[in-house]
């Protein structure tokens, strides 16, 4: 199935402990790039997550939003430094001796010195914290994904149409083809004709002349080409995922065909339709910018 590289998609659990709440959301990349950001205590789980959402997705840059809301009280316990205080508390009297200051030390003054109290986290259940964390993990890359494969499908339906409009100019331009020639023929037999007044015309000499002409402006390799990529980007389109970098590479292969006919053109109603090619393969362009 046709994914959009845009989405979006979030879940939340909430158990005695605690409330987690993920949120994903993506635009358009070339490749893709997590950028995942988190509470201090799930960064050990930053490589389980990028593995478990590489099964999610295969393109975009997806900014990851993981937000933990305690309800318990804080995990951790207070540590008095004895030492550091020590140490603090001896070089402010050695301060005091050598400079003549006034003891003005008190136990608020030096408790608010760096490190003299510490917090100490209690350590985490690393099994039981990813058993909570994986369920909305995984239930925010599944929402994730619908909103993708939604827009995927309007995407589809666009290109669809878009390759029909190619279709039917390609026909045009295979059509208007062979009246240039016969054209160019009637033109050339009329001057000929003209300068020769009524001498007879050498049909050979101007058959010569007609195929030098058609080979000149001929573009039955290209119209076959273009065609034969059209027909291959609509299967493409109705067989799988992940094939947004195979359809830009067949963009660029259209448009190049159609800036041939349009250099070969000497006819200005192929020129005008060559243009008309060379604008429909770059709103499809676009549109498959958007494709995973």
């Not at 160019?184 to 101007?206: G, N």
């Amino acid at each position: 199935m046709i994914k959009s590289m845009t989405g979006f998609g979030r879940a939340e659990v909430i158990t005695p402990e605690r409330k987690i709440t993920v949120e994903l959301k993506s635009v358009n990349h070339r490749y893709l790039d997590l950028n995942i950001r988190m509470p201090k205590k799930f960064s050990f789980f930053e490589g389980e997550i990028r593995n478990l959402m590489k099964t999610y997705m295969q393109r975009g840059k997806v900014d990851v939003f993981i937000t933990c809301e305690d309800y318990a009280v804080q995990e951790g316990t207070l540590k008095y430094n004895r030492d550091l205080a020590a140490e603090y508390l001896k070089y402010l009297r050695e301060m005091q001796e050598e400079f003549g200051l006034e003891d003005d030390i008190k136990v608020s003054t030096l408790s608010r010195y760096p490190d003299v109290f510490l917090m100490e986290e209690q350590s985490v259940d690393e099994e039981k914290l990813w058993g909570i964390l994986e369920g909305p993990l995984r239930e925010a890359c599944s929402r994730f994904v619908l909103t993708r494969e939604r827009e995927g499908g309007h995407l589809k339906n666009d290109l669809i149409e878009k390759l029909k409009s190619l279709e039917e100019k390609v026909a045009l331009v295979q059509e208007r083809s062979p009246e240039v020639v016969k054209a160019y023929r009637e033109k050339l037999e009329a001057k000929i004709q003209e300068v020769l007044a009524d001498a007879a015309l050498d049909e050979s000499r101007i058959a010569a002349e007609v195929v030098i002409f058609s080979d000149k402006i001929c573009n039955d390799e290209e119209t076959v080409r273009l065609g034969s990529h059209i027909r291959s980007m609509q299967k493409i389109l109705e067989e799988g995922e992940g094939v947004g970098r195979k359809l830009d590479f067949m963009a660029q292969e259209m448009n190049r065909e159609a800036n041939t006919i349009l250099s070969k053109s000497c006819d200005l109603d192929i020129s005008n339709i060559a243009i008309d090619l060379k604008t429909e393969i770059e709103k499809i362009r676009e549109q498959i910018q958007n494709i995973e």
